[in-house]
């Protein structure tokens, strides 16, 4: 059926949330697992190297292995299993023997009884460098005489998307734009670092506790390491401070699991803002070619796209952040052509990888800021502009793959169009402000496409003491994932949600639910849920041998609804192993389509923008940001409304104030104090309007929320920043220097 | 090395330490009391909140030598005390907190503006509370919890959203 229910208002959604099932928890200070101390504890520190690009010519441990109080130092020969990972290329070293590419790649370890003293220890280290020559420049990188950084290339990925006649596309436009829109290198900043410790178990085995976002994953990639039974390794990825993607792909558990293993104790390990800076991923920046027409009657030809990006020194997820950029560079729009081509090299400029948003806010930006000069030279209102252009509701997807029928773009946007903020002055001046006032419109998709890991389990358990668990490989990374279990598993489960207990983040449960990523926790835990509901109940009632009493709020109800038997009282009639258990997988939403790119579902999203420019200081303030989210029904309404409120945010962020510069390979900001995130005084009044609606017959129920705010954040504010200044922006963040270079360019 | 006494949540306490040594680190390292945080260890993030004499300051900013005689109380005190509860209460119910990393600091910069004889005003209350990052709300919730704590600014509209494309 046809959910048409009408959207709830932001004041809708605060009314109806309610405190997270962590806050109390939080509130009264628990530990973090940075925060965890061990009465054997050692302190790990990691040498990294100085140089971005250099050969290491000798190794010389001796002098730091004789220091007091150091228990081990290692290098890649004392890794005894695989010396790399990566996801699909696994081309980044553990430890670096012959080569470093990127700075603060690890060379070596320590493990000493205080941090001073391993800090010595990394002192008394001696390595010979000789520099190889710097490649810090993604076209460069590509050229033929370009050393190679990995194999015989720096050409890590390519990926090309073309349909319809372009030349024609071309030669029949009556309106075209072409510009070259460059994004910046983006930090994800979690308050809490990289950081953990990893815990012998006394008989080869250890636990690591740091935190991430795929705990199963993790542990097959450590054991292939460490060279040891994935049963003997076991990894907890939660509570962490903030992931936001960047801890999704392993950084130092190897380095502080190996530590541990040849100390025999347990390890700290804790990276510093500096360190964090150094070796933590960060946003693709791209360099976007895009030139697109439009016919006399404001219909869209045509976009043609040419994509690089610099993806670092080692692989991650470049590849389908790549894959991402391209299916996301045309949006929910019609063409008669389309041309999209995207390369990815290696550089030697630090590490990019997953980040909220993934691949696609980039093109997005770019994307939708030609929408607006389009419109201007058709001499459309950008709304208008947008909905003569919107694919159909049974609309193939961008890549022309089959998708789920969705009509959330058109419905967004429509939210939107009517919005007052937009139906109001677009542009006006007061005093030393330039006000401006814009909009954009986006679609990303949800979950993995069509390559995986799509695959999720799930387990349902009854426990002893008649609570009923929910157990997930999931993590809590502050997205109340622990609410959204309580709340689908008691929608499906028939209990009352105070009876679900949730076991996530833990490889020891042994459910792999895949990483909690790609905004598909919720999305895939509702369909577990809903899948694995009839075997539950079948159980049940099989176990109390009466098929008429059904799953209620405390325990089983007979047809008057009358509670017969309490899930505790049927617990204590259970032997601990005769306790049920079920389990469910699921393959995940996979296109039918032949195209190992391509995602089946989509979310959407459009805003509107107001912004102010000083055009004394140059300085952007947002004052307001409303997004209408067509994103199916919400599951719970503090997490909706916190992820697309952090996710605006973050998006603001990108689109006015955050980049981190590099020059020669080096960061030229380490800490918060060159790097800077929107603060209290940044925050705009956000509004969020929830669009519940969902076309006949869908099957998908709730899409994701966490990235989308990211994703039409920084376009709708790079539109409002372009109004307001009359400027066409190409380039973010728009910093106040930008402001002012363009000013002084004014007449 | 240096001998140091203190009050720490109320109890006088003696340490001896490299004078540098950094509040936080005495903290978390040598009492255990985690939940100051390391965030950027430079004064920047307000993670690592704590009150010194009653007044809010960053840990990692203050060395050893400069807490001799002094009083200092942490979060762990502080979340305990029923006089915080307003404040750790606004945050859960209008979503002031996600991963909560960001949590102890921004209750302990919050409370003491709560519990101040003359409190700020809300927006105010913002700009004091703005050397606090917090990187997975948006400040949405934060928000709220300062406009249930705080009174609106004089002679402004309590309504949070203004009336739209108002160019005033
Ligand atoms: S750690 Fe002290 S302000 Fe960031
Ligand atoms: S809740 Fe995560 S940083 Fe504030």
């Known amino acids: 059926m046809k959910d048409a229910r009408p959207p709830l208002s932001h004041a809708q959604l605060v009314a109806r949330m309610r405190p997270r099932p962590d806050a109390a928890e939080r509130l009264a200070g628990a530990p973090y697992l940075t925060d965890r101390q061990h009465p054997e504890q050692l302190f790990g520190a990691i040498l990294g190297s100085p140089h971005p690009h250099a050969r290491i010519l000798s190794l010389d441990l001796s002098a730091a292995r004789a220091l007091p109080g150091v228990h081990c130092v290692i290098a890649a020969d004392d890794v005894p299993g695989c010396k790399a990972f990566g996801l699909r290329h696994v081309d980044r070293p553990v430890f670096c023997a012959e080569r470093v590419r990127c700075i603060g790649d690890p060379i070596a370890a320590v493990a000493a009884e205080t941090p001073e003293q391993a800090r010595a220890a990394l002192a008394a280290i001696r390595v010979e460098y000789q520099p190889l020559p710097l490649i810090d420049d993604p076209q460069a990188a590509l050229a033929p005489d370009a050393i190679a950084l990995h194999g015989d290339s720096n050409l890590l990925h390519r990926e090309t998307h073309r349909h319809g006649n372009l030349a024609a596309a071309i030669a029949a436009s009556q309106h075209i734009v072409e510009g070259e829109f460059l994004t910046p290198r983006q930090m994800p900043t979690y308050l809490e670092t990289e950081g953990g410790i990893a815990e012998p178990d006394g008989q080869g085995g250890l636990t690591l506790y740091f935190g991430a976002q795929n705990p199963i994953g993790q542990r097959q990639t450590l054991a292939a390491i460490l060279a040891l039974p994935e049963e003997r390794v076991r990894v907890v990825n939660g509570p962490l401070g903030g992931s936001y993607g960047g801890k999704d792909e392993l950084t130092i558990q190897p380095i502080a699991a190996l530590l541990a293993l040849h100390s025999g104790r347990p390890v700290r390990l804790r990276l510093s803002r500096e360190e964090s800076v150094d070796l933590g991923v960060k946003r693709h920046p791209m360099r976007i070619r895009m030139k697109s027409g439009c016919d006399a009657g404001g219909r869209l030809l045509f976009r043609q796209v040419e994509i690089l990006a610099d993806t670092g020194a080692y692989a991650t997820h470049g590849p389908e952040i790549l894959d991402a950029a391209v299916e996301h560079a045309s949006g929910p729009y019609r063409y008669q052509a389309l041309s999209i081509e995207a390369r990815l090299a290696y550089t030697n400029n630090g590490i990019a990888g997953a980040f909220r948003g993934f691949g696609a806010v980039q093109v997005q930006f770019a994307l939708e800021r030609q929408m607006d000069e389009l419109a201007a030279l058709a001499g459309l209102a950008p709304d208008e502009f947008r909905a003569r252009n919107l694919s159909d509701l049974n609309d193939r997807g961008p890549l022309g793959q089959v998708v789920a029928p969705f009509d959330g773009p058109r419905l967004a946007l429509e939210q939107i169009r009517q919005h007052p903020l937009w139906q109001g002055p677009r542009r006006w001046q007061d005093g030393r402000w330039l006000h401006g006032v814009g909009m954009a419109l986006v679609q990303r998709s949800d979950g993995f496409s069509k390559a995986g890991p799509n695959g999720a389990g799930l387990e349902v358990a009854l426990a002893a003491d008649g609570c009923i668990e929910v157990r997930t490989s999931f993590t809590e990374m502050g997205q109340n994932l622990l609410d959204v279990i309580r709340i689908l598993g008691a929608r499906h489960l028939g209990c009352d949600e105070a009876r679900i207990r949730p076991r996530i983040g833990d490889s020891a449960s042994g459910v792999d639910s895949g990483p909690s990523a790609a905004s598909r926790c919720t999305t895939v835990l509702n369909q577990l849920l809903q899948r694995l509901a009839p075997a539950w109940r079948a159980r049940l009632q099989a176990l109390v041998g009466d098929d008429g009493l059904e799953p209620g709020a405390d325990g089983l109800l007979d047809l008057q609804g009358q509670l017969r038997l309490d899930y505790a009282e049927l617990a204590a009639t259970l032997e601990a192993d005769q306790l049920p258990v079920e389990r469910c997988a699921f393959a995940g939403e996979v296109t039918p389509s032949d195209n190992p790119i391509a995602h089946f579902v989509f979310g959407a999203c459009a805003a509107v923008a107001h912004v102010r420019v000083d055009r004394w200081t140059g300085q952007v303030q947002v004052l307001r940001l409303s997004n209408a989210g067509a994103l199916g029904p919400v599951v719970s309404p503090l997490g909706y409304l916190g992820q697309l409120e952090g996710g605006l945010l973050m998006g603001q962020g990108m689109a006015t104030l955050e980049e981190l510069p590099m020059r020669e390979g080096r960061y030229l900001a380490r800490n918060l104090d060159g790097y800077f995130v929107p603060t209290l005084l940044d925050a705009p009044q956000i509004e969020v309007i929830a669009i519940e609606e969902v076309p006949e017959g869908d099957e998908i129920g709730p899409r994701g929320v966490g990235e989308i705010g990211v994703n039409i954040g920084a376009p709708a504010v790079a539109n409002a920043i372009a109004e307001a200044l009359q400027m066409p922006v190409r380039q973010l963040p728009v910093s106040a220097e930008r402001v002012l270079d363009h000013l002084e360019r004014q007449p | ?168």
């Open chain 2, 1 to 168: 090395m240096i001998d140091i006494e203190f009050h720490l949540n109320g109890e006088p306490v003696r340490l001896r330490c490299p004078a540098d040594r950094r509040l936080l680190d005495i903290l978390r390292e040598d009492f255990g009391l985690t939940a100051a945080k390391p965030g950027c260890a430079i004064g920047r993030c307000g993670a690592c909140m704590i009150w010194l004499d009653d007044a809010p300051a960053n840990a990692c900013l203050l060395l050893a030598l400069r807490i001799h005689g002094r009083s200092v109380r942490t979060y762990e005190a502080v979340c305990r005390d029923p006089a915080s509860q307003p404040v750790r209460d606004a945050l859960a119910e209008g979503g002031g907190l996600q991963c909560g990393y960001c949590t102890p600091g921004m209750v302990m910069t919050l409370a003491h503006l709560h519990q101040l004889p003359e409190p700020p005003d809300a927006p105010a209350a913002r700009e004091l509370a703005s050397a606090n990052l917090c990187r997975c709300t948006g400040y949405g919730g934060i928000r709220r919890a300062i406009e249930r704590l705080f009174e609106p600014a004089e002679g402004s509209a309590a309504t949070p959203i203004r009336p739209c494309g108002d160019p005033a």
